[in-house]
């Protein structure tokens, strides 16, 4: 009893100093949650699903405001009249029509063709992806078309290199089981054969001639509806390709494109027209009333 009597104002000491130091850890945590909360409110733009970089990469998301363009120091902007071509309701359906069915003929091809196409039409093919809508019109996109041999090669062994250790590694049982019946494997042959490579890169951030940032509110969405303005842009003209997003290739695509530090690769798109032996898996699309819902 005395020497329990002895010890009370140790252990009363231990446990003041434990009750303290719980105290401070959980006013730690709270102020690193709000300080997380009120930069998510600062940026809202920013979908926490997408990752897209640019919590990282935008005003008050880091660095130094003074490197920030001042929005209030853009020139006011024009409004103009818009009136675009009006269509009777049956022009409107057989057009509706027309353009599912041309849409409806798309698939992914691994197989192409070797067969040049002409550089006008791809030229052309991009200005239309770069119609898209932005957020707040920052047009965050770069598409770096490859035609050198050379260039091509190098990315097939970059991408090649990875696939192997995504395959293998990296993507798990599961995913490689849910690609084993569309047959795909690391071996990429299309980055050779076809004429182009088309390298699809969202600007995590934008850079004005004067050197400021500016902020890309919304940039892989933005990046991802011009993908597929693209993408339909190819298939009106008959050519076709296959979707592909590299898994950890970016960073050295990145570099071996001379592309700057604030675009991230998004797409990989080799086109062309397709082998003349091509063959695709036989794949069923949801009907209509499967993937809508009126209210
Ligand atoms: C975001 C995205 C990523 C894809 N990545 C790959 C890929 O890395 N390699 C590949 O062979 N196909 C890839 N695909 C193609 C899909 O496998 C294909 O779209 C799907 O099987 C449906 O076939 P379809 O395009 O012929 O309709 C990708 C498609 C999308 C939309």
Redesign the pocket.
Known sequence: MALLSGLTPVLLALLCLVVGFLLLRSQETSKTTSRKDSKDKERPWVDQDLQDDSETTTAGGGGEDDDWADPAEEEDLAHVPYAPPRYSEESMLQRSTDFYRLMNQ?????FLSPEPVPRDVIDRVIHTAGTAPSGAHTEPWTFVVVSDPETKHRIRLIVEEE?EVNYRQRMGDKWVQD?AR?R?NWI?EYLDVAPYLILIFKQTYGILPNGKKKTHYYNEISV?ISCGILLAALQNVGLVT??????NCGPQLRLLLNRPANEKLL??LPVGYPAADAT??D?K?KKVEDIMVHV
């Open positions: 798309r698939r992914s091809v691994r696939e690609l569309l795909t990429k991802s296959v979707t592909s997003t590299p898994l797409m990989l695709v898996p794949l699309r």
